[in-house]
């Protein structure tokens, strides 16, 4: 009998990443309140079901300066490993979110708004091209931001962050 094959680099880089990364979670509504805000919830609820533990939780208006500086306030944060935004993805004038993170990239993850799209194409078909969801990487956090539906957030979080949050996590801190 044959030995089974090595593991390959990127199960023992997610075996070697942190089991647990403290996130903020920020909403971006002109609309919802803590208690009304599910997409939000629902990003709190799979990562502590995961063991994540949440750092921060706050709503801010659809406006690209609230946005930013909710943003900052988390990145100033020490105990922050991960960022997620969600809600002001789409392409009504009011969807700014991409605008107002993307200058606080310092790189983009490609990746991950292509594979959202095809994932997303398979379950809501062409819809899918109005989500302008973008990940990046920010002083050594790893940031999300996603559409604020619950249907978009438990896609995005169960098939592509979550399987890869710690592991995204340790990569963007290596050789700080």
């Known amino acids: 009998m044959s030995d089974p094959p090595p593991a390959s680099a990127a ?3 997610r075996r070697a990443a942190p089991r ?3 996130t903020a ?3 971006v509504s002109d609309t919802r309140t ?10 709190a609820d799979l990562l502590e079901g995961a063991g994540h533990a949440i750092a921060s939780r706050e ?3 659809d406006a690209p300066d609230e946005i930013a500086a909710a943003l900052e306030r ?3 944060r020490a105990d922050v490993g991960a960022v997620v935004l969600t809600g002001g993805t789409g392409i009504a004038p009011r969807d700014v979110t991409p605008e107002a993170v993307a200058p606080l990239l310092e790189r983009e993850i490609p990746g ?4 959202f799209r095809m994932l997303s194409f398979e379950e809501i078909g062409s819809a899918a091209l109005l989500s302008r969801a973008i990940a990046g990487l920010a002083r050594g956090v790893v940031v999300f931001v ?3 539906s619950r249907g978009a957030v438990s896609l995005a979080m169960e098939r592509l962050i979550l399987p890869e949050l710690g592991h995204l996590a340790a990569e963007a801190v290596k050789g700080r």
Do not use: Y
Request: glycine share 12%; charged share 20%; proline share 6%.
């Open 59 to 61: 709503i801010v208006k």
């Open 146 to 148: 996603l559409p604020g």
């Open 20 to 22: 647990s990364v403290p």
């Open 74 to 76: 988390a990145l100033e």
């Open 112 to 115: 991950f708004g292509e594979l």
């Open 34 to 43: 803590l208690e009304t805000d599910t997409g939000g919830q629902r990003v």
């Open 25 to 27: 979670v920020i909403t």
């Open 11 to 13: 199960h023992a880089h």
